[in-house]
């Protein structure tokens, strides 16, 4: 990690300092590192860092963000409103442990600079994009299901006939639970009387066919036999969350803006006009510049 901080720290110096020059010179061939077994002087270095790809990738992004910075700002607010939500979809420690792993991230400093140069690329590729209250407001009503959670409980069993007798049964009056108990195969739910916990509307999770039905009930209703893969289920609503517009007001409009942002490349291009190159060593550094796949979800 040290070694990752100090080359940084020389880019900086390198590039946004303007002393690259120096580097060409008998100044750049001063020593950096002395051992035993020879030295490294400065421009060993430097040498070595513009001609790899990661050192490349380096200048560009010390480059890009120090011109980003200048036109967009981004507080701490948003940087951990982001690190939070991802925090909440990780669930506890250990899953976020595992999402860092498996995203590539080595802790969560490496993700927080991530999301501040997300949050940079997202305010230019969507500068100039407008989105109303009503267009916000209509994406809210056309995807409620999004923002509501059901909790359910369900019966499932085997055949359509069995299915149409237990929903006899609970039209007579019997228990819910006391059926689930006694005749749904499913014997984890069963055991809980058929009880399944809250599921979003936008969980990808169910099944789809099951989850569309769930959230067309009002709480306390029930459903007619509703066949999935696993058989035919008798669900039943038992509360019904809603997240008011107001909680979700700002993810909706980041949503409306992403679709309408610019591509990437399109911001790279236009960055790169804006870079004026003072070492010929540099001359191919911006030059094709593609974007990095994010790791984000």
């Known amino acids: 990690m040290k070694k990752i901080i100090m080359v940084l720290a020389i880019l900086s110096l390198l590039f946004l300092l303007g002393a690259c020059s120096a580097l060409t010179s008998g100044e750049g061939s001063k020593v950096f590192v002395k051992t035993d077994y020879g030295t490294i002087a400065k421009d060993d270095l430097y040498k070595e860092v513009i001609s790899s790809e990661r050192g490349k990738e380096l200048i560009q992004k010390l480059v890009y963000m120090q011109i980003l910075k200048g036109k967009y700002e981004v507080s701490d607010k948003e940087v951990n409103q982001r690190l939070d939500e ?3 979809q990780a ?3 250990d899953g976020f442990k595992m ?6 991230f080595k802790n969560e400093n490496e993700l927080k600079d991530y999301i501040i140069q997300s949050i940079y690329f997202f305010k230019a590729t969507t500068d100039g994009v407008k989105v109303s209250d009503k267009e ?3 994406y809210y009503e056309q995807n409620k299901d999004q923002y509501t959670e059901v909790r359910t409980s369900h019966i499932l069993v085997d055949k359509e006939s ?3 007798e237990i929903e006899k049964e609970l039209k007579k009056g019997t228990g819910f639970a006391e059926l689930a108990k006694k005749q749904s195969t499913d014997k984890v739910t069963a055991a ?3 009880d399944l916990g809250y599921i979003s509307g936008g969980s990808k999770e169910m099944d789809p066919t099951f989850l ?3 959230m067309k009930l009002k709480k306390d209703e029930m459903s007619e036999p509703v066949k999935t893969m696993f058989g035919y289920h008798i669900i039943k609503v038992t509360d019904r969350k809603e997240t008011p517009l107001s909680k979700v007001k700002d993810q909706i409009r980041e949503t409306l803006l992403g679709k309408e942002a610019k591509p990437v490349q399109e911001i790279l291009n236009k960055l790169n006009k804006e870079i004026e ?3 010929d060593a540099f001359k191919d550094v911006f030059k094709d510049v593609e974007p990095q796949q994010p790791k984000l979800p």
């Open 162 to 164: 069995t299915a149409k």
């Open 99 to 104: 999402f860092l792993q498996k995203q590539g």
């Open 136 to 138: 916000i407001k209509d």
């Open 91 to 93: 669930g506890d420690k």
């Open 212 to 214: 569309a039905a769930a």
């Open 192 to 194: 809980e009387g058929g």
């Open 277 to 279: 190159i003072k070492d």
């Open 86 to 88: 991802i925090k909440e």
